[in-house]
Structures are given as structure tokens and as C-alpha cells.
């Protein structure tokens, strides 16, 4: 049998992956029942054991939409450190195993960004003082909610900018996901 991976993120899933990330899903993938994928998150109608990655050619793409697919992998690098800070700076055991699933799986899609885009390198960026600002988990959890509902948006609002419908369908798949982020923190405040 072939191998099932993912459309969006191009990850081989394997039955000893499934469980990965599983904190930073509503519904969680099970042994035998793949939902999401374990790495960048997407539902499953981007899982796929046939069909090859979705291919953006990025000589295709014109400058403005590569300056976005550069914001926006600059915004995944930047939440995805967020969150591992958080997941260092979290007291209660289940939030900082949250905080760090949803660490992987933002710097994953930063790693999309970065390939669409045809990008060398992600980006290092300075990182704030957020131990002194965001002293208690409910904090850490109203700023996690801040920083999806921000990517969202963010989404939404550059789609529309990209010259490729492709890329705007990973947006739309990369926004579900974030979508799933704030409701799971929210939850948890
Ligand atoms: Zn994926």
C-alpha cells in the first residue's frame, strides 16, 4: 500500500506519527483513524496516499504575492517561538504540552511559506520579553487567543493579494487550523 501524507505540509504519515502534536487538536487523530494531519495540522481532506503535494511553482507567483507568503512565514516563525516560550513559561503540565505542539505546528507552516515561496531560510527574529508581561498561564492562553485570531485575519485579508489559487487554498486550510488554536486555548482559559 502506498504511503499516506499530506497535500499541504508534504509529510509522510506513518502509524507510529499519528498521536503527534495531538494537544493542538479539538478532534485528535486515533490508531486507525487519521483526521488531521499530525504536522501541519490540516483536516483530512488534504491527506492523501495517491495524489502528489500541492506544487506552487514560485516563478509563477508575482511580487506582491511573494511578499506576502514572506509576512506570512515571518508571522508563523514568530508565533511558533511565542509558543515555545510559552511552553517553557506555562505552570500548569497540560498548557505547556499545548503550547508546544502549537509550536511545531506553526513553525511547520512557516516551513510551507518557505517552500511555496521558494525562500532560503527562515527567518531569525528578535525575540520579546514576554516572561515578565505574561507572568500567569491565563495570560499566555488571552495571548495565544490574540495571536490566532491575528493570523486569521491575516489570512483572510491577504488572500485575497495572491495571484494564485493554490496559495490562497493553503491559506484557507492554514487558517482552519488556526481557527481549531483559538478555540483549544480558549477552552483551556
Ligand atoms: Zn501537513
Partial sequence: MSQLKCLICG???????????NYSFE?????GKIINCPFCGVGKIYLDDEKGIYHVAHDTLDEE??????????LEV???EFYKEASYLAKDGEVRK??????NIEFMHARVHKRIGGFKELPKLHKPDYES??????????EAC???????????KNSVRVCSDLVKEIFKALSDVEKQHENIADKYI
Avoid: Q, W
Avoid at 133 to 142: A, C, I, M, S, V
Fill in 133 to 142: 508581561r505574561l507572568n500567569t498561564d491565563k495570560l499566555l492562553l488571552e
Fill in 98 to 103: 499545548l503550547f508546544k505542539d502549537l509550536s
Fill in 11 to 21: 509529510m509522510k504519515i506513518h502509524p507510529n506519527t499519528y498521536d503527534l502534536n
Fill in 27 to 31: 478532534e485528535k487523530n486515533e490508531k
Fill in 146 to 156: 490574540k495571536r490566532e485570531e491575528h493570523a486569521i485575519a491575516f489570512y483572510k
Fill in 65 to 74: 504575492s511573494l511578499k506576502v507568503l514572506d509576512h506570512a512565514m515571518k
Fill in 78 to 80: 514568530f508565533n511558533g
